[in-house]
């Protein structure tokens, strides 16, 4: 810009040199403005956390700043009011809009028990919520940092946008002394440099990013950063976990098989006792089974949790596992394992003191909107769709049969690493899928990771690249065609810059562009790429 201005100035057109200076403005402007719109949708966000809250003190309702109340602390939530912590309901019933967290708007039923997050609003019915996390801790604390830093993230493609800017000047001045060389002629000369002043190769893909980043925070995707959209634009390969991912994540019990006399009441009040502290859906599974039946739950000790396996818990004087096949070691299983697991059932074995007191079985459906979802992800180019779960080989294929889909099974965490590897080694883009502990070095390994839920666990919302804030497959496909959609307009930003920079260079060499054309037309690409890239805004 600096080069153009002193050329139109040496040539003494003084007019031209306005003109240049004034597009700057312009194009500045334009710039702010779209840059702005784009990240207002992160803004939005951050305007609408929670400021103050309703604390239950001695008795008393005492309304404070969010930065006093710590967690454990017992909170009031009155109807119409945003719930200002991550906790869990005491006692109350609300309705409670997520808009904020998934992007859905159609409320859902709380009552005790039931896990609520700051930044959502209760209508209708107020809660006592015990807090569990405040602030920059709480969900969507998080969600707000982790779009902040996206930008952080650049695409590759953004890296040799910069690159070729680096190169640009250099080049237009060797075509300058050329132009000034071969035709002797300074308004030529003046006019390369001039049409050259736009800086549109270094904003091709920046704002474009920026825009779909904020569209999808919109939706309910959390995005962070654009090299993630520009690698799911690219991804060939799904990789996808069962429990919890493909399937409903709120599996069922359906049998407690007794193998040694114990009571079905002491199994479950054991099994439900060692699965106390467990996040993993079977384990939950599990507890609800035992809130059906009234069962107390014991006091547990030493819980360890193996991902992949299972669970290990002192009750009393009873050292209780639950979990695969893998927790038997090396003794046999019983002969009615094979049936239940024809049966398309996960299979839980309860042992105490090493011995094997029963089994109980799960089952889970598969969220009904998955088939469409990976019909429209084959659709959109995806060649290979995968499941890959920690359960067992039967229940696996009864799944995978249901789909029309691939799948591996008695997968250990490590297991699902290796495999995303084994893709990544032969050349494949990579996405994976999931939603557990036994995940998240899978996801973080993938080209692409994407979290599965709000509710997924902490760690695997940590370790993906892009997170689905609400428990919905079309989610998954919307997030490719953003993806796509993102990278071309990227490629059509570059493309014409490229083209408009070598008709405009050319021209203006050969003296067909008078300095104050080429003045003002160099304003033009970056308006052009400005407005193609928040068309990114608005995709529904
Ligand atoms: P997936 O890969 O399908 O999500 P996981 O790897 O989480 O499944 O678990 C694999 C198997 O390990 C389960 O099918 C179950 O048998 C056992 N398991 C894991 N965690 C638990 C737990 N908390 N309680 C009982 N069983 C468990
Ligand atoms: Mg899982």
Redesign the pocket.
């Known amino acids: 810009m600096t080069v153009g201005v002193i050329a139109a100035l040496v040539v003494g057109e003084w007019a031209t040199a306005v003109v240049v200076v004034f597009f700057m403005r312009v194009g500045d402007y334009a710039e702010k403005f779209t840059t702005a719109r784009a990240r207002q949708a992160v803004r939005d966000l951050t305007a609408i956390a929670p400021q103050t809250a309703r604390l239950e003190r001695d008795g008393q309702e005492v309304e404070v700043s969010i930065s006093e109340v710590q967690p454990g602390a017992v909170v009031i939530v009155r109807p119409g009011e945003k719930i200002p912590v991550d906790g869990v309901v005491l006692d109350g019933q609300a309705t409670v809009n997520q808009a904020a967290i998934t992007g859905e708007s159609m409320p859902v039923e709380v009552s005790q028990g039931a896990k609520i997050f700051a930044a959502t609003i209760a209508q209708m019915g107020s809660l006592r919520v015990k807090t569990t996390l405040v602030g920059p801790d709480t969900t969507f604390g998080r969600i707000v940092r982790m779009v902040e830093e996206a930008e952080a993230n650049r695409a590759e493609v953004q890296r040799i946008g910069d690159k070729v800017s680096g190169y640009y000047l250099p080049v237009v001045a060797v075509i300058a002394v050329i132009t000034y060389l071969v035709s002797k002629n300074p308004l030529s000369t003046a006019a390369v440099l001039l049409v050259a002043c736009s800086c549109s190769f270094a904003q091709a893909t920046p704002i474009a990013m920026l825009a779909s980043i904020g569209a999808g925070a919109k939706h309910g995707l959390l995005i962070k950063g654009g090299r993630y959209l520009e690698l799911l634009a690219k991804a060939d390969t799904v990789l996808i976990?069962?429990?919890?991912?493909l399937t409903t994540g709120k599996p069922r019990l359906v049998d407690v098989v007794r193998l040694n006399g114990m009571s079905e009441e002491r199994l479950l009040t054991l099994a439900a006792s060692a699965?106390r502290y467990?996040?993993?859906?079977?384990?939950e599974a599990?507890r609800q089974a035992a809130r059906d039946q009234n069962i107390t739950f014991l006091e547990s000790q030493d819980f360890v949790?193996?991902?992949?396996?299972?669970?290990r818990a002192r009750i009393g004087e009873t050292v209780v596992e639950?979990?695969?096949?893998?927790i038997m070691e090396d003794n046999p299983l019983p002969e009615v394992t094979i049936e239940l697991e024809k049966q398309g059932k996960?299979?839980?074995?309860v042992r105490t003191n090493q011995e094997l007191a029963g089994i109980l079985t799960t089952s889970d459906t598969l969220r009904p909107e998955t088939p469409a979802a990976l019909a429209e992800l084959k659709r959109l180019g995806v060649r290979k769709i995968e499941l890959?779960?920690?359960?067992?080989e039967r229940?696996?294929a009864a799944i995978a049969g249901q789909l029309g889909i691939d799948y591996r099974a008695n997968?250990?965490?490590e297991d699902?690493i290796r495999i995303v590897k084994e893709y990544q080694e032969q050349k494949h883009i990579v996405v994976m899928v999931?939603?557990?502990?036994?995940?998240a070095p899978a996801l973080a390994q993938a080209n692409v990771g994407i979290a599965m839920g709000a509710n997924g666990t902490d760690v695997a919302i940590e370790a993906a690249h892009i997170a689905l804030m609400r428990e919905d497959w079309s989610l998954l496909p919307r997030a490719f065609q953003i993806a796509q959609r993102t990278m071309r307009v990227v490629k059509m930003n570059l493309g014409f810059t490229m083209v408009y920079n070598i008709i405009g260079l050319t021209l203006a060499a050969f003296g067909f562009l008078p300095p104050i054309l080429a003045a003002a037309a160099q304003s033009l690409p970056d308006l052009g790429i400005l407005g193609n890239s928040s068309r990114l805004l608005r995709q529904d």
């Open positions: 976990d069962k429990t919890g991912t699965e467990s996040e993993h859906p079977l384990a599990v949790a193996d991902p992949g396996k299972g669970v639950v979990g695969s096949w893998r996960t299979l839980l074995f890959l779960t920690g359960d067992n229940t696996a997968l250990l965490p699902k999931g939603d557990g502990v036994n995940d």
